[in-house]
């Protein structure tokens, strides 16, 4: 390979790598069943959208703002307040799950549980979840993540 194939080879290597850096990017960010944009950014008061107030009624609201997972639970005891938590487990990473019936946070990878505040109550995680600010607003559940 001569030196200008060689910097033709280069060039164009280094546009497929940025096509396709911003072609995963597209992808982590939609819904595979939906096609929709499942990545929220903040507005102007720093609030966003994350779903609707039915939801909670249903369960959990799990979204993504500008790549933080965010959960939003009704507060089992003051059912008209929300709790809203950053749903990644400080001990690896994973992503935990709302389970309504035992009114606890779940970690799928290695099972530590929080109470619905967001407090740990069993390990092997030693911290609780970020607690975020979250409000409704008609129908529009609300979270504040800065
Ligand atoms: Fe949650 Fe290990 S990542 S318990």
Same mark, same amino acid.
């Given at each position: 390979m001569n030196r200008r194939s060689f910097v033709q080879w280069a060039g164009l290597s280094w546009v497929m790598s940025v096509v396709l850096a911003a072609c995963r990017q597209s992808a982590s960010n939609t819904d595979a069943e939906t096609g929709t944009d499942?990545?929220?950014?903040?507005?102007?008061?720093?609030?966003? +959208?994350?779903?609707?107030?039915?939801?909670?009624?249903?369960?959990?609201?799990?979204?993504?703002? +500008?790549?933080r997972q965010v959960i939003v639970i009704r507060d089992p005891n003051q059912p008209d307040q929300l709790i809203a938590l950053d749903a990644v487990c400080p001990h690896a990473g994973c992503a935990v799950d709302w389970q309504a019936e035992s009114e606890m946070f779940v970690c799928p990878c290695h099972n530590s549980q929080f109470a619905a505040s967001g407090d740990v109550t069993q390990g092997p995680a030693t911290s609780g979840l970020e607690p975020l600010t979250a409000q409704i607003e008609g129908d529009a559940v609300l979270v504040q993540v800065s």
């Open positions: 499942t990545s929220a950014a903040p507005g102007a008061s720093g609030l966003v +959208e994350v779903g609707a107030v039915s939801e909670l009624d249903q369960g959990a609201i799990q979204a993504e703002i +500008e790549g």
